[in-house]
C-alpha cells in the first residue's frame, strides 16, 4: 500500500516538496497556463541543452534524465 493515497493535484505537490537532494528542497508550483503553440528555441542554443540528456532508449521521446552541469 502507498503512504498516501494520490487523490488531488494538491497532494502531489505536497509530496513534491517533500523531496530533497543533498538536503536541498525543490520549488514547486503548479503550471496550469496553456502555452502557445510554435514557440521554439533555436536549434544552436537547445543543443547546448540538449547534452545535458541521457535518453531512454526505449521511449528516446518520453523518458529523458537531465544531468546537472558539474563544477
Known sequence: MAPFEI???DTILQWACTMAFQYIHPVVELLDETYENGIRIA???FKKIE???ERDESLPKY???IQPQSG
Do not use: M, N
Request: net charge positive.
Open 7 to 9: 487523490d488531488s493535484v
Open 43 to 45: 536549434k544552436k542554443a
Open 51 to 53: 547534452e545535458c540528456f
Open 63 to 65: 523518458c529523458i534524465r
